[in-house]
């Protein structure tokens, strides 16, 4: 039975570790402060991703080829793409995101600075099984930026790149950016900006769980934790329960089951691992990808990788 969102936050606020999924950040508002994140100067991925798929604008072009339809997981503002649609000229782009409308506006812009494209926008959730039996003939490029990658489970991470690797059906690829595993300071301070946007950001996740569930999450309630977890190579997101609280979840129909926090309980609210060039360029690998190419930034921040599905 195909699970409702409200069955999924229901069961996970409840789990005896509460967690509640990163795809629940991306309402609108969500959305806009991510956008705000990429231009805080402490958040250093979003700018090394575009400076090295600037400085290697060309041999990126070479290694993806001939292109009849980009597709962009989890594509947010499409400004990644629209930068490689001079380079690469796909035929068609379409655009993949939880984000409905964010995500609707920004291909109406597109498409109008680019009409030579074919485009569409596509609310879908990635952590579902994607297939595109429409285009299972054309040459597929799947364009995967901004470390999102990084929100999986290693093993989550390794079942969707072999789901992608079999929908380029031996042709096509995919373009993909990590974060790499680096100094805890520059870490601890892309996630804790003095500004208070990724705070923000990630309290903003209750508000979209009040939207969907009817629940009565109060922000004040709550505070934004973030740490490296070196032993799992990964940022952790939390909140933080600032004080006892009481939350009621009232459309679940479970009339008047309240979930209990106590002052200090947490909700993990996401994951970012952060990888080395060879962990993986080899999970790639195994995937069923080969002939991979990478390119970095001087500090080794950050990798794009191109590979070829097999
Ligand atoms: C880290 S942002 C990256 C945005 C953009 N690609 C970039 O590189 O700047 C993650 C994007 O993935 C989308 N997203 C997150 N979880 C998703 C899911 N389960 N299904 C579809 N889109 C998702 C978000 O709405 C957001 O636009």
Known sequence: MKQTLLEELHLSLTADAPFI???????????????????????????????????????????VGDCDVLL?????????????????????????????EYLEAAVA?????????????????????????????RRKIFFFPGSSIGNYDPKKADQFFANLAQECHGNGGLLIGVDLVKD??????????????????????????NRITGSNFNLQDWEHVAFFNESQSRIEMHLRARS?????????????????FKAGDLIHTENSYKYTQEGFTEKLRQAGFDNIQTWTDPKKHFLVCFANAK
């Open 21 to 63: 999924s990163p795809k629940f950040f991306y309402d609108d508002i969500g959305s806009h402060l991510f956008d705000v994140i990429t231009l805080l100067e402490e958040y250093y991925p979003t700018r090394t991703e575009q400076w090295i798929m600037d400085a290697h604008r060309a041999a990126i072009a070479q290694a």
């Open 72 to 100: 962009d997981l989890g594509a947010g503002n499409c400004a990644k793409a629209s930068q490689l649609f001079n380079s690469i000229q796909p035929k068609q782009y379409r655009a993949l995101d939880i984000s409905k």
């Open 109 to 137: 812009d597109l498409q109008k600075k680019y009409p030579q494209i074919d485009m569409c926008a596509e609310a879908i959730d990635l952590s579902l099984p994607l297939a595109f039996p429409d285009i299972a003939e």
């Open 184 to 209: 805890r300071e520059t870490l601890h301070l892309a996630y804790n900006d003095p500004l208070g946007v990724t705070a923000s950001f990630n309290l903003n996740i209750l508000l979209n769980v």
């Open 244 to 260: 006892d609280v009481e939350v009621h979840l009232p459309n679940d129909g479970s009339k008047g089951h309240a979930i209990q």
